[in-house]
Every structure is written in structure tokens, then in C-alpha cells.
Nanobody, 125 residues
Framework: QVQLVESGGGLVQAGGSLRLSCAAS????????MGWFRQAPGKEREFVAA????????YYADSVKGRFTISRDNAKNTVYLQMNSLKPEDAANYYC??????????????????WGQGTQVTVSS
């Protein structure tokens, strides 16, 4: 059974940094696409970043490009989201997700089969 457990959220001032972690377990994730999404109160869940567990491809939403970096540690089965230069509009509940298929629609939350419970990020202005 696939499990995704996020950690690393918290309160940070605007301009600060946080690193989110997603510990994945339950199977080998070779070939999977791993994504980070976020959802603020009253808004739809939106794509933040994604990577292919095999290979070097990474993808970012325009709103975070240049500020956020997604990466993985194969030995630890963990995906990270380094968030720099945080803005108040980045505040949301952040979710890690896994898609067992190699899909071009990595930005679509409907394509992901497994989700973590989320970790809250609050950015004060």
C-alpha cells in the first residue's frame, strides 16, 4: 500500500524559506511521477511542481518558477520541495501526490492516484 507523508510546513515571514519533505513508502516508485500541489481556503487545488522518479525531468507552475525547486533522494524514497522567497500568496496546504503512469498531464491533480495528508504553509507579510 502506497503511503505519502508530508512534513516541513510551518509559519515563515515573507521572503523566507521552507523545505517540504514527502516520504514515500509501500512500493518501488520507478516510473512514477511525483507532484506537489497546494490548496488555499476557498480555492481549487493547484499544481506547484512535479518530477519523474526515473530521469531528470522537472516541471513547475509559472507562479513558483525560479523560487521553488523539486528534487528527490532515491535512497531515502523522499521527494522535497525547497521553497525560497516565499510570498503571502504561497500560503496553503501543500500536498504530495504520486502518479504511477508517465503522463504528460502532470499538472492535473485528477491524474494522481495517491495523496498525502498535507502540510500547512503560512506566510506572514
Amino acid at each position: 500500500q502506497v503511503q505519502l507523508v508530508e512534513s516541513g510546513g510551518g509559519l515563515v515571514q515573507a521572503g523566507g524559506s521552507l523545505r517540504l519533505s514527502c516520504a514515500a513508502s509501500g512500493r518501488t516508485f520507478t516510473g512514477y511521477t511525483m507532484g506537489w500541489f497546494r490548496q488555499a481556503p476557498g480555492k481549487e487545488r493547484e499544481f506547484v511542481a512535479a518530477l519523474r522518479w526515473s530521469g531528470k525531468s522537472t516541471y513547475y507552475a509559472d507562479s513558483v518558477k525560479g523560487r521553488f525547486t523539486i528534487s528527490r533522494d532515491n535512497a531515502k524514497n523522499t521527494v522535497y520541495l525547497q521553497m525560497n522567497s516565499l510570498k503571502p500568496e504561497d500560503a496553503a496546504n501543500y500536498y504530495c501526490a504520486a502518479d504511477k503512469y508517465y503522463s504528460d498531464t502532470y499538472y492535473d491533480p485528477e491524474g494522481y492516484e495517491y495523496w498525502g495528508q498535507g502540510t500547512q504553509v503560512t506566510v506572514s507579510s
